[in-house]
């Protein structure tokens, strides 16, 4: 509820005696100029209790401002008669000196902690109407990175500053549903959301009146991971608030073509019958039923900094077309959502996953969409692009961004040279269409040249400098820009090259990439072991000894038996036994000497892997 309090005063009232009374409009409150009798002033200020002198107050005399608790930025009117004598007065303390004329009223305004201005969040801009009378008109746009808010900021020069708001966020926001308090308090992206939007955890809401803004539109990229943001923003507001979940239109989407085809005209600026894609799939359909775009001019969009600032005003022109709102159908909904974020549900989501329909794709021509479509038709494509993305393949034991750098590897002449691996970086983004971070890339760069114990037992790259140690795990490396690679002797005998011209090579934005999976002679998943956990899915196979391996596959050609393989990690000294008492796990052993009475010498421990799981 607001708090108001009044005072009327009779005597001369010196403005400088409230706290930070020193903004109005970012201006000072003694150079705004005096045009008419009466002067309204309203500021920020940190106020605490308000405890005026008793009986009348004579020239001069301030209101004594105490107390803990201050609460931030209220609203202070202030009427000040200024018929009478307008002066200057000394604060005796050495404080400020301010204007003061005869009072009519004053009046605190403490607005409740939702309806205040924001302050001390970077990055945000805040609607005009935010946090006041019509604040539940007012939408923030939620957007994926800080060339995302540049795109939406664009936007806004159409639409106007008065009803949107924009903030960035920070990569992917924490999944909330078995999250613990500290995790959340902790968070400082999240706090910054509650805090912008004036929600309260503890509190559930029958309406968006009393909130900042009236509805949440989510801005990410047309991207897996995009989609992913998505069901993680979505799954915060129905784990805290479900109540506003069931207000359809209270979360929506800004949708972005991921591709356009067109016409080249005369200029290299026209674009004649201009076509806007938002998935991969209709895209797609569009090229098999337009003899594979021939004649047709195409630019992918996969990022929101791809688009122009001209491009963003159209789409916020054409508002209609580029908004989707969420709609609560019925329990399935929130039962969807449930399904895909609930740590306890892995089980479940490798049946969803499995009962995914290759081709089926959200209907961006509607202007609603249920919470149960878009898990079940969007955010489903992010869990299965994840799994493979984070399982390797059994076929050569690689993940795709391993088999990108193997492929190109392999494209620049077998990398017979030395390159720098900031170079290599540069070359593999190019050759290979990757879309991550180039500090993943060179990171998988630098696990493949590994060479310590508990890396890898044949590494496809060769190390040239400071490419980690086993002491922590390969993490001590040197930057990218100081070292150097090149292809392994051994990789190109596991990966023949007369294999190459029969592998099955994918196809991204129209440039030919890496194989589907390569087709080592030798099964590399067993040679160097494989770690990852995707969604509904995890994996770890522990590396094996390449001779026991090779050996097994010639008895297995002669039509002999196979002998039963343990673990083994090169250069590792102590022993690795199977486990009697639980079949399938082995138990690692160090190495330790008594050297006399009083001194032990230990020369291996007792975890062969880096992984630190065998």
């Known amino acids: 509820t607001t708090e108001i309090y009044t005072l009327s005063l009779h005597d001369a009232l010196p403005i400088c005696c409230l706290p930070t009374l020193a903004t109005i409009k970012g201006k000072d409150v003694t150079q705004l100029a005096v045009t008419e009798d009466r002067l309204m002033a309203f500021a920020p200020a940190r106020i605490g209790k308000l405890i005026p002198d008793s009986g009348p107050l004579s020239g001069g005399t301030r209101i004594n401002i105490e107390g803990d608790g201050f609460f931030e930025a209220p609203r202070i009117k202030v009427s000040l008669d200024m018929s009478a004598a307008v002066g200057e007065l000394d604060d005796d303390q ?142 915060l507001v129905h784990h805290w608030w479900p109540s506003l979940c069931k207000m359809n239109g209270f979360l929506k989407e800004f949708v972005t073509p991921i591709v356009k085809v067109w016409k080249q005209g005369k ?156 170079q290599f970086v540069g070359f593999i983004s190019e050759k290979s269409a990757y879309h991550h971070g180039e500090v993943s890339l060179e990171n998988t760069i630098i696990n493949l040249a590994q060479d310590f114990v508990g890396s890898n037992n044949v590494n496809l790259l060769m190390p040239s400098g400071q490419f980690g140690t086993r002491l922590q795990g390969g993490k001590d490396h040197a930057a990218s820009r100081y070292i150097f690679t090149r292809l392994s002797m051994a990789t190109r005998l596991m990966f023949h090259q007369e294999d190459d011209k029969v592998l099955n090579y994918l196809d991204e934005e129209g440039q030919s990439i890496e194989p589907k999976w390569y087709c080592p002679i030798v099964p590399t998943v067993l040679v160097n072991g494989a770690d990852g956990i995707g969604t509904g899915w995890s994996t770890f196979v522990p590396n094996y000894n390449p001779r026991d391996i090779i050996r097994n596959i010639r ?60």
């Open 267 to 422: 200029r290299d600026s026209d674009r004649n019958s201009e076509k806007c894609f938002f998935t991969q799939t209709e895209y797609e359909k569009w090229k098999r039923a337009h003899n594979n775009g021939q004649g047709w001019k195409s630019k992918y969009y996969k990022g929101l900094g791809t688009s122009t600032a001209q491009e963003a005003k159209k789409y916020f022109a054409d508002l209609e077309q580029h908004e989707l709102s969420f709609r609560w159908h019925d329990d399935e909904d929130g039962e969807a959502i449930d399904l895909a974020f609930n740590k306890k549900r892995a089980d479940d989501r490798k049946e969803w996953i499995n009962r995914y329909e290759e081709g089926s794709h959200v209907d961006h021509n509607q202007s609603q969409l249920s919470y149960y479509d878009f898990v079940n038709k969007e955010l489903v494509q992010f869990a299965k692009y994840d799994t493979s993305r984070s399982v390797p393949s059994v076929v050569d034991g690689l993940k795709p961004g391993q088999r990108k750098v193997l492929f190109c590897a392999f494209k620049k002449n077998n990398l017979k040279n030395d390159i720098k691996v900031a």
């Open 555 to 614: 008895s297995l050609l002669r039509g002999g038996k196979m002998q039963e393989m343990s673990p083994w990690y090169k250069g590792f000294t102590g022993t690795i036994k199977e486990n009697e008492k639980e079949p399938g796990k082995f138990e690692v052993t160090g190495v330790i000497k008594k050297t006399n009475d009083t001194t032990l010498e230990i020369t291996e421990i007792g975890r062969a892997s880096c992984r630190e799981r065998v």
């Open 94 to 235: 050495g404080g400020d000196v301010g204007i003061y004329g005869r009072v009519a009223t004053m009046e605190l305004v403490r607005l409740p902690e939702a309806q205040q201005r924001v302050l001390g969040v970077p990055k945000l801009e805040d609607a005009n109407d935010a946090g006041g009378k019509n604040s539940h008109e007012c939408t923030l746009i939620l957007t994926e990175g800080d060339s995302a808010k540049s795109l939406a900021v664009a936007g806004l020069s159409v639409v106007g500053r008065d009803k949107y708001g924009v903030f960035p966020l920070k990569g992917k926001v924490l999944n909330v549903r078995d999250a613990n308090f500290k995790q959340v308090t902790g968070n400082m992206e999240i706090q910054n959301l509650l805090k912008i939007c004036g929600l309260d955890i503890k509190r559930d809401y029958d309406s968006v009146r009393g909130l900042r803004y009236g509805s949440i539109m989510l801005m990410t990229d047309q991207d897996h991971d995009g989609s992913h943001i998505k069901g993680l923003l979505i799954n």
